[in-house]
Nanobody, 124 residues
Framework: QVQLVESGGGLVQAGGSLRLSCAASERTFSSYVMGWFRQAPGKEREGVAAISGSGGTTYYADSVKGRFTISRDNAKNTVYLQMNSLKPEDTAVYYC?????????????????WGQGTQVTVSS
């Protein structure tokens, strides 16, 4: 089965940065759009960013545009989320996922495989 393992979460002050990593076991990793989602306490899971298989096309939620950057290294079967200028409202569990269906890049129903999540906490 496809396995995704996120890492890089932690506690950071507002304005700081973190880089999340998601390592995939799938050898055909480069064929799939990968996405990052997050879920804050009491809120629905929301799409944060997505990247095409080649890495040539990226998508971002309005809330993170200009602050977050998604990238991938297909040779390492890894996708990254560089998070800069972090805000307390970015606090959430962050998940990476593999997109296998057509449709919105930001809707979790389009993604079939999920990592276990990594906690990001941004203090004010």
């Amino acid at each position: 089965q496809v396995q995704l393992v996120e890492s890089g979460g932690g506690l950071v002050q507002a304005g700081g940065s973190l880089r999340l990593s998601c390592a995939a076991s799938e050898r055909t990793f480069s064929s799939y759009v990968m996405g990052w989602f997050r879920q804050a306490p009491g809120k629905e899971r929301e799409g944060v960013a997505a990247i095409s298989g080649s890495g040539g096309t990226t998508y971002y939620a309005d809330s993170v545009k200009g602050r977050f950057t998604i990238s991938r290294d297909n040779a390492k079967n890894t996708v990254y989320l560089q998070m800069n200028s972090l805000k307390p409202e970015d606090t959430a569990v962050y998940y990476c996922a593999v997109k296998v269906y057509s449709g919105s890049y930001y809707h979790n129903s389009q993604y079939a495989y999920w990592g276990q999540g990594t906690q990001v906490t941004v203090s004010s």
